[in-house]
């Protein structure tokens, strides 16, 4: 249970941002024994790597949080994230152990299509969830929930390693915020709809024909 746990967050992290649990598995690789890489894994915890990762990571932090910019990006990383999402379960104890299943140790591809689908169906959420924040806050929820999402990232990966039983508590607190900001979102926009509608109709000169 806590291998199919420790996937879960990883791919859960990988849809929010695919660099950060990439880093995470191949620095905590080399620098102690909670992740052991499996064979065929070990380019991830090279350091030459894991510093274009980390590149990488700089730049796709900058543009998610530039309005309009962000969505560009969700098109491209619809490739990247659940890659990554594969990456990490696989690259983890948890598609060659999961629950010790000799059908996962001996289908590792398995691990690649579960880690895929998760990630994907987060990153899915992010990206249909991000335009609407940004309209009903002109922009300026962007930068802010970035920030959220990328540290949710990294607690995600985090917690999938160390502590894989609060992996179900932070999917679940994920959902919630997600649901609760496309909602605020949404009410936001229908408010300046109404407000905007109000003041045509009150500058909007009178049709009453009788008029000059």
């Not at 309009?68 to 060659?96: C, E, H, K, L, W």
């Not at 607190?173 to 045509?200: C, E, H, Q």
């Amino acid at each position: 249970m806590l291998a199919a746990l420790t996937g879960l967050g990883l791919s859960t992290a990988a849809g929010l941002n695919a660099y950060i649990p990439l880093l995470v598995v191949g620095v905590l690789a080399n620098l102690t024994d909670a992740v052991k890489l499996p064979d065929g894994y070990s380019w991830l915890s090279n350091w030459g790597v894991l510093a274009v990762i980390a590149v990488l990571l700089v730049a796709e932090m900058v543009l998610d949080k530039v309005p309009a910019v962000d969505s560009v990006n969700d098109m491209i990383q619809t490739v990247v994230r659940p890659a990554s999402g594969g990456v990490v379960f696989s690259a983890t104890s948890a598609a060659a152990q999961l629950d010790h299943s000799t059908w996962m140790a001996e289908n590792p591809w398995a691990g690649w299509v579960l880690g895929i689908v998760l990630a994907l169906a987060v990153h899915a959420l992010k990206a249909a969830a991000r335009p609407v924040i940004n309209v009903g806050t002109a922009g300026a929820g962007a930068p802010v929930v970035s920030t959220v999402e990328d540290a949710g990232s990294l607690g995600m990966s985090l917690a999938a390693v160390f502590a894989p039983v609060l992996v179900i508590i932070g999917v679940v607190v994920f959902g919630l915020l997600a649901w609760w900001g496309i909602r605020k979102a949404r009410r936001v926009r229908a408010r300046r709809r109404a407000a905007r509608a109000s003041s045509a109709d009150l500058t909007s000169p009178s049709l009453d024909p009788r008029r000059p």
